[in-house]
């Protein structure tokens, strides 16, 4: 399949997805988050596809966030529809595939794209890698299970800070915290990620999707992803969220009023 935004290959039946919008760090709109469905559509149904990676185009972003000026048009019902879209057509697509999708995290992973990378199974990064969710920078909470996720990774107290301030980490830090399960030099990234797939690839199929499927219900319902969906739907009924956008389009700081 031939996509505007990612390049595809296949190697040694590991698929992988790059995201290809360097000059906008990779961030995500409309047509990548489409494009990415239809990318995991084909890691579920090619029998030749053992794995996938996912990563970004470049040496500074995995994935940058969001585009924000599609968020402009944004109202309450919308917003709530934009976030359970993506949801279910990309991040708990991944998070639910029976073959194992690993982040190839090579620069920015902020935003949407620390969500996308934390529905991978798990997250191989650079030591050029940064992590954030700076939603709250925008008048936002996240959208695409990162309150959720997160939480289970870092545990309910370095979530809340991590989220609420909006700061960025290196990924020393991520390691450290255990959001990524590897640290390695940007020229072997890919490499190294390669390497693990490929032992698992040594593996029984049958049993690597059980593994995946009793890991992700582990203590785990659908009730958390259904409240982050509708609250990150409320936050298109505030002023803050466009003022937000609007800043960050015009490179400024906002001024949020709390309404």
Request: with cysteine; net charge neutral.
């Given at each position: 399949?031939?996509?505007?935004?990612?390049?595809?290959?296949?190697?040694?039946?590991?698929?992988?997805?790059?995201?290809?919008?360097?000059?906008?760090?990779?961030?995500?709109?409309?047509?990548?988050?489409e494009?990415?469905?239809?990318?995991?559509?084909e890691?579920?149904?090619?029998?030749?596809?053992?794995?996938?990676?996912?990563t970004?185009?470049?040496?500074?972003?995995?994935?940058?966030?969001?585009?924000?000026?599609?968020?402009?048009?944004?109202?309450?019902?919308?917003?709530?529809?934009?976030?359970?879209?993506?949801?279910?057509?990309?991040?708990?697509?991944?998070?639910?595939?029976?073959?194992?999708?690993?982040?190839a995290?090579?620069?920015?992973?902020?935003?949407?794209?620390?969500?996308?990378?934390?529905?991978?199974?798990?997250?191989?990064?650079?030591?050029n890698?940064?992590?954030?969710?700076?939603?709250?920078n925008?008048?936002?909470?996240?959208?695409?299970?990162?309150?959720?996720?997160?939480?289970?990774?870092?545990?309910?107290?370095?979530?809340?800070?991590?989220?609420?301030?909006?700061?960025?980490i290196?990924?020393?830090?991520?390691?450290?915290?255990?959001?990524?399960?590897?640290?390695?030099?940007?020229?072997?990234?890919?490499?190294e990620?390669?390497?693990?797939?490929?032992?698992?690839?040594?593996?029984?199929?049958?049993?690597?999707?059980?593994?995946?499927?009793?890991?992700?219900?582990?203590?785990?319902?659908?009730?958390?992803?259904?409240?982050?969906?509708?609250?990150?739907?409320?936050c298109?009924?505030?002023?803050?969220?466009?003022?937000?956008?609007?800043?960050?389009?015009?490179?400024?700081?906002?001024n949020?009023?709390?309404?």
């Open positions: 399949m031939t996509y505007q935004t990612l390049v595809t290959s296949l190697e040694n039946n590991i698929f992988i997805i790059t995201i290809n919008r360097p000059e906008k760090l990779n961030a995500l709109n409309k047509t990548v988050i494009e990415i469905s239809a990318a995991i559509d890691v579920y149904n090619n029998d030749e596809i053992k794995s996938a990676i996912i970004g185009a470049g040496e500074k972003a995995f994935v940058a966030g969001a585009d924000i000026s599609e968020f402009l048009t944004l109202e309450k019902n919308s917003g709530e529809a934009l976030a359970k879209k993506g949801q279910q057509a990309v991040f708990d697509k991944i998070e639910n595939s029976p073959k194992p999708i690993v982040a995290v090579n620069g920015f992973a902020l935003g949407g794209g620390c969500e996308l990378a934390l529905a991978c199974h798990f997250i191989i990064a650079s030591d890698a940064k992590f954030g969710q700076p939603e709250v925008l008048g936002l909470i996240p959208g695409y299970g990162g309150t959720q996720r997160l939480t289970q990774l870092v545990g309910r107290n370095r979530a809340m800070q991590f989220i609420m301030t909006g700061e960025m290196n990924a020393k830090d991520a390691e450290q915290y255990g959001i990524a399960n590897k640290v390695v030099s940007q020229n072997k990234l890919l490499d990620t390669k390497e693990i797939l490929q032992t698992i690839h040594t593996k029984a199929p049958l049993a690597i999707a059980k593994v995946i499927e009793v890991i992700n219900n582990f203590d785990h319902t659908q009730q958390g992803y259904d409240f982050e969906i509708k609250k990150f739907g409320e298109f009924a505030t002023e803050d969220v466009k003022e937000g956008a609007n800043a960050f389009l015009e490179k400024r700081k906002p949020f009023k709390g309404r």
